[in-house]
C-alpha cells in the first residue's frame, strides 16, 4: 500500500489511529494491533509476499533468543551468527539477485533455465532491519526479545516497512515498549506526514514526468544536451523528493504513534563535498553500514592505508548491490568508491577547512563538484543498462551544450518552472539556518502556517484524486 | 538535524484540520457512499485465481471514482495547470495530455505496429472479393493534423505517421483506399470549427463536410451516383449551443483548463422519412420519423442536462449494429459500413443519400463481418477509422 494513495490516507491511517488509541490502555495490545495491521499493510495487493516477512521474523526471533541463551558458547554464537548471516542474505539474494546472477553466468556457462522472479517490496530494508536486530544482540548492545511479536513489531512496523528510514534495532528497542504518545509529537506527526505527503505528489511525481521523457526522448536520440541536463536535474529532485518525502511520511507517522525514528535526510544538495553528501544522503543506510559493516572491518583506525579502502571498497561495493541486481547499481557504488577514496587521499574536507585561499577555493569549487558527480551518479543510478547510461552522460557532456539552451530544454524548464523554484528552495536548511531566518520566521503568523500545511495537504488530495503519475522509486530496493 | 522548529501551538490547529478533512471523507465512504456495492459486486461478479489482487484493486478504483467532490477536484486541478500555463497535464489513462497551439486538447498516439491491421484487412478484402462485393478503407482525421506543429516541442506523435505507413501497405496490397484527411484539413476550416477543442471527434459541421467529400469520392470511384447536391450546406439547419459541451478529453483536465465547446446541432432542411433499427445485446429496436425524431438521440441536447454529457452521441451510436432505411430513396445505395466513433455523424448524413445504409461496430460486433455482408449484400463495404484506431487490432472479427 502507498502512503500516496487514497485508500491509505481516508481507509487504513484513520482505521488504524482509532484502533490503535482506543487500545490505549493496554501497550502489548496497542503493539499487536500496530503488528497485524503492518502485515495488512504489507500484504495489500500482494499478500504472498507477508510469508516471506514472517519467515524473516521468526527465524531472526529465534536466532536473537539462541544467541542469549548461549551466551558463554563462543562456537554456537558463531554458529548462530553464520545462520543468521545466511538465512537473511540467502532470502534476499533468492529473490533480489538470482535471476540477475544465472543472467550473468549464462554468459560464460549453460544455464538451463533462467527463473523470473517477483521481488517482495521493500525485501532490503526489512532484511536489513532484521540482521540489525540479530547483530545487535550478537554485539551485546540489547537483549534479545522473548515475545515473536515484539521482533515482529520492530521489522514490520509500517511507516518504515518498505523504504526506511532503516532503524537499527538499539535505537528503538526501548521504543517497543516504554514510548509515550503525546498531543504534541501527535500533531508535529501529522504536519511532517503532510510534508512528506506533498514533496512526494507535489514535487517527486512532476519531476518524475521531466525526467522520464528525457529518458525517453534520450533513447531515441532525440533530445539535446542541455534538455539531457534538465532531465538529470530533475530526476535528481526527484529521487530528493520522492525518498525524502517517504521518510517524513514515515517519521511523521511514527510520531502519532509515539515513536521517534531518526533523520534520513538532511539537506544532501547543500554539501561541498561528496563525503559530505553521503553523511547527508539516506543516513539510515549509511549508519547501518558503517555500524555493522565499516567498524568490523577496522574502519578508518587502521594503519595500513589500503586496508582503509579495502573497507572502503567493500561497504561502496556492497552499497551499490544493495540499491539493485543491476551492473548500474555496482558501477554507482564503485563511483562513489572512488570518489570518497580520492576525496581522502588528497584530504579534500580539511582543505576546505583551511582559513587561506586554498581553503575558499576549494569550498567555492566543492559544492558545485559534489552537485555534477551526484548528477551523473543518479544518470547511472537510473539507467536500465550501462549502455544507456553512457549514451545518456554522452548526450550531457556533448558540445552542443556550448550552444545553450535548446527549445526542448526551455520547454521543459518552462512547463516546469514553478516546480524548480520550489524545489530549489526546499534543498535549502532553512530550519538550521533558524539564526539567521529567526526575524523572519517570527514574523510569520501562526495562522499563515496553519494555512500554508492544509493548504499542501488539500492540493496533494487534489492531485491524488485527479490520478497523476504516482511511483516510488524505493520501493524497488 | 533538529526538523522540529519550536513545538507550536499552529501545529495543533494544522493537525486537528487536516484530521478533520480525513475523517469527514472516510465517514462518508462509510455512511454515505453507494461506491462499496459496486466494488462489491465488481469483486464477487469474478471468479478468477488473483482474487485479492483485484479485489485491493477494485477497492482502490472504486474509492478513486467515488470521493466527495471529485469533479471539483479535477476543476481545482484543472485551474492550477491553466495558472501554470501548462502545456503537459499528466493523465492516468493517456499518459499525458496536451494543449494545441490552437488551445485545444489532445493526446498522443505512439509508434504502433500495422502488420496484423494490414493481415486483418487483407482477410476481410479477399473474403469480400470473392462475395463480389467492392471494399473501400477511409481514413479519418484526427486532430493532429498532418505535419502541423501543434504540440509542444518534441512532442512525439506517431497517429499520422501509423496511418500513412497502414495506407502504404494497402496500396501495396492492392486494397482500395480513400486518405480523408488531405481533402479535410485543405478546406480552409480552423482547428475549432474541425474538431471540439475538449474532445478527440471532430465537430458535426466538420463531419458532414467530411461525409460530402466521401461521397464525392465514392461517385468518382464506385459510380455509386449519390445526390451530391444533398450535402451542400444549404440543405441543411445549423442550431448552435454556445457553451453546451465538455468532451472527454475536457472531462480529464477539467472545464477550468479546457474551456467549453459550442455545440451545433445540423438537421436536413428537406423532407425525410426513415426507420432505424438498432441491435444491441441481443435484441431490435425500432425508431420511424423524419431525421430529427428517427436519427437523433435528443436526451444528449437537453440543456438541463451536465455539460459533460456527450453532445455527440445525439447523432446515435455506439450501437452493435444500427441500420437505417431512408424511405425517400427507394432506388438507391445500400452500403455496409464498418467504424469506431467517427462514423456516427458520417451514417447519419451518409444515409441521405442512399436507400440503406448499417453499421457494424466492431468493439461490440462479435460475428463475422464477411458472413454478414454475405447476408446482408451491400453494394459497398467501407471501413471508416481514424488513425487513433491505427495498429490496436481495431480492424479484426471472426
Redesign the interface.
Known amino acids: 500500500m502507498l502512503f500516496s494513495?487514497?485508500?491509505f490516507?481516508?481507509?487504513f491511517?484513520?482505521?488504524t489511529l482509532v484502533g490503535y488509541y482506543a487500545l490505549r490502555p493496554w501497550r502489548s495490545l496497542q503493539n499487536y494491533f500496530l503488528f497485524f495491521v503492518s502485515l495488512f499493510f504489507y500484504g495489500?495487493?500482494?499478500?504472498e509476499f507477508v510469508l516471506v516477512l514472517l519467515v524473516s521474523i521468526t527465524c531472526n526471533w529465534f536466532f536473537g533468543l539462541s544467541l542469549q541463551r548461549n551466551a558463554q558458547s563462543k562456537v554456537i554464537r558463531r554458529v548462530i551468527l553464520l545462520a543468521t548471516l545466511v538465512l537473511n542474505l540467502g532470502i534476499m539474494y533468492y529473490f533480489k539477485y538470482h535471476t540477475f546472477t544465472l543472467t550473468v553466468l549464462s554468459q560464460w556457462v549453460n544455464v538451463s533455465h533462467i527463473p523470473r522472479i517477483a521481488l517482495p517490496i521493500g525485501i532490503s530494508f526489512f532484511t536489513f532491519q532484521a540482521l540489525s536486530y540479530v547483530l545487535d544482540v550478537f554485539m551485546g548492545k540489547v537483549e534479545a526479545q522473548k515475545n515473536p511479536l515484539d521482533v515482529g513489531l520492530y521489522v514490520a512496523l509500517f511507516p518504515q516497512l518498505i523504504a526506511g528510514p532503516i532503524l537499527r534495532y538499539e535505537t528503538i528497542a526501548q521504543q517497543i515498549h516504554h514510548r509515550k504518545e503525546t498531543?504534541?509529537d501527535?500533531?508535529?506527526?501529522?504536519?511532517?506526514f503532510?510534508v512528506g505527503l506533498s514533496k512526494k505528489v507535489l514535487l517527486a511525481?512532476?519531476f518524475a514526468?521531466v525526467s522520464e521523457e528525457a529518458v525517453r526522448?534520450a533513447q531515441?536520440n532525440?533530445?539535446s544536451s542541455s534538455?539531457a541536463w534538465v532531465g538529470a536535474i530533475a530526476y535528481g529532485f526527484q529521487i530528493l523528493f520522492d525518498f525524502s518525502g517517504y521518510s517524513d511520511m514515515a517519521?511523521g507517522l511514527g510520531k502519532m504513534f509515539g515513536f521517534h525514528f531518526p533523520?534520513n535526510f538532511?539537506?544532501p544538495y547543500i554539501s561541498k563535498s561528496v563525503s559530505e553528501f553521503w553523511r547527508r544522503w539516506h543516513i539510515s543506510l549509511g549508519s547501518w553500514f558503517r555500524e555493522y559493516v565499516y567498524f568490523p572491518l577496522g574502519g578508518s583506525r587502521v594503519t595500513n592505508q589500503g586496508r582503509l579502502y579495502f573497507n572502503l571498497l567493500v561497504v561502496w561495493a556492497l552499497t551499490g548491490i544493495w540499491h539493485g541486481a543491476n551492473w548500474t547499481f555496482i558501477l554507482w557504488g564503485l563511483f562513489y568508491f572512488v570518489l570518497i577514496s580520492l576525496e581522502k587521499a588528497i584530504g579534500f574536507e580539511k582543505l576546505q577547512q583551511r582559513e587561506d585561499w586554498i581553503g575558499r577555493f576549494f569550498s567555492a569549487i566543492g559544492h558545485g563538484y559534489t552537485l555534477i558527480m551526484v548528477l551523473i551518479g543518479w544518470v547511472v543510478f537510473r539507467a536500465s543498462t550501462l549502455l544507456e547510461a553512457s549514451q545518456y552522460l554522452q548526450t550531457m557532456f556533448h558540445l552542443g551544450l556550448l550552444k545553450g539552451l535548446q527549445?526542448?530544454a526551455?520547454?521543459l524548464l518552462g512547463?516546469n518552472r514553478?516546480f524548480f523554484v520550489i524545489a530549489f528552495l526546499a534543498c535549502l536548511?532553512w530550519?538550521?539556518w533558524?539564526r539567521s531566518c529567526i526575524r523572519a520566521?517570527q514574523g510569520i503568523k501562526?495562522?499563515v502556517?496553519?494555512l500554508a500545511?492544509?493548504a499542501m495537504?488539500?492540493?496533494s488530495?487534489?492531485?491524488l484524486?485527479?490520478?497523476?503519475?504516482n511511483p516510488f522509486i524505493y520501493f524497488n530496493f | 538535524m533538529k526538523w522540529d522548529m519550536h513545538q507550536a501551538g499552529w501545529e495543533k490547529v494544522a493537525a486537528i484540520m487536516a484530521l478533520l478533512f480525513v475523517f469527514s471523507f472516510t465517514l462518508y465512504f462509510v455512511f454515505f457512499d453507494q461506491w462499496f456495492v459496486q466494488f462489491y459486486g465488481d469483486v464477487f461478479a469474478q471468479n478468477n485465481e488473483n482474487f485479492i489482487e483485484n479485489a485491493t484493486r477494485e477497492f482502490e478504483e472504486a474509492i478513486q471514482e467515488s470521493v466527495p467532490w471529485r469533479l471539483d477536484m479535477i476543476e481545482i486541478h484543472g485551474l492550477l495547470q491553466r495558472w501554470q500555463d501548462k502545456r503537459v497535464v499528466p493523465d492516468v489513462n493517456y499518459g499525458s495530455l496536451f494543449k494545441t497551439s490552437d488551445k485545444q486538447i489532445a493526446f498522443t498516439t505512439p509508434y504502433m505496429e500495422i502488420e496484423s491491421d494490414l493481415k486483418a484487412l487483407e482477410k476481410i478484402h479477399t473474403e469480400l472479393q470473392a462475395l463480389n462485393l467492392p471494399f473501400v478503407y477511409v481514413q479519418a482525421p484526427y486532430k493532429l493534423e498532418p505535419g502541423k506543429q501543434q504540440l509542444p516541442y518534441n512532442i512525439q506523435e506517431y497517429g499520422n505517421d501509423n496511418a500513412d505507413r497502414l495506407l502504404k501497405g494497402l496500396q501495396e496490397l492492392n486494397i482500395d483506399n480513400y486518405d480523408l484527411r488531405e481533402d479535410f484539413f485543405n478546406q480552409g476550416w480552423t482547428a475549432n470549427e474541425l474538431f471540439y477543442k475538449t474532445d478527440h471527434h471532430w465537430t458535426i459541421p466538420s463531419a458532414l463536410m467530411a461525409t460530402s467529400l466521401l461521397v464525392e469520392f465514392l461517385n468518382q470511384d464506385y459510380a455509386l451516383k449519390i445526390d451530391e447536391a444533398i450535402f451542400e450546406t444549404n440543405q441543411f439547419h445549423f442550431e448552435e449551443f454556445p457553451d453546451f459541451f465538455l468532451g472527454s478529453l475536457g472531462k480529464r483536465v477539467g472545464e477550468q483548463y479546457s474551456g467549453l465547446d459550442s455545440f451545433t446541432l445540423v438537421t436536413p432542411s428537406f423532407t425525410t422519412e426513415y426507420t432505424v433499427s438498432i441491435y444491441n445485446y441481443g435484441s431490435w429496436q425500432e425508431k420511424q420519423g423524419d431525421f430529427s425524431e428517427a436519427i437523433l438521440v435528443h436526451e444528449y441536447l437537453d440543456s438541463e442536462a451536465p455539460k459533460e454529457t456527450n453532445r455527440y452521441a445525439a447523432y446515435n451510436g455506439d450501437h452493435e449494429i444500427i441500420r437505417i432505411k431512408n424511405h425517400t430513396i427507394t432506388e438507391g445505395k445500400k452500403i455496409l459500413m464498418i467504424k469506431d466513433s467517427y462514423g456516427l455523424p458520417i451514417y447519419s448524413f451518409l444515409s441521405l443519400g442512399v436507400s440503406e445504409i448499417t453499421a457494424l461496430d466492431l468493439r461490440l460486433f462479435n460475428g463475422s463481418v464477411a458472413d454478414y455482408a454475405k447476408e446482408y449484400n451491400p453494394d459497398l463495404v467501407l471501413y471508416i477509422f481514424n488513425t487513433d484506431a491505427v495498429g490496436r487490432g481495431s480492424f479484426e472479427s471472426d
Open positions: 494513495s487514497l485508500v490516507l481516508f481507509f491511517m484513520p482505521f495489500w495487493g500482494e499478500p498531543v504534541a501527535f500533531s508535529h506527526g501529522v504536519v511532517r503532510i511525481n512532476q514526468l526522448l531515441k532525440a533530445i534538455a517519521i533523520e538532511d539537506s527549445p526542448d526551455l520547454r512547463e514553478i536548511p530550519l538550521q533558524r520566521y501562526g495562522v502556517l496553519t500545511i492544509v495537504f488539500f492540493i488530495i487534489v492531485y484524486v485527479k490520478g497523476s503519475y
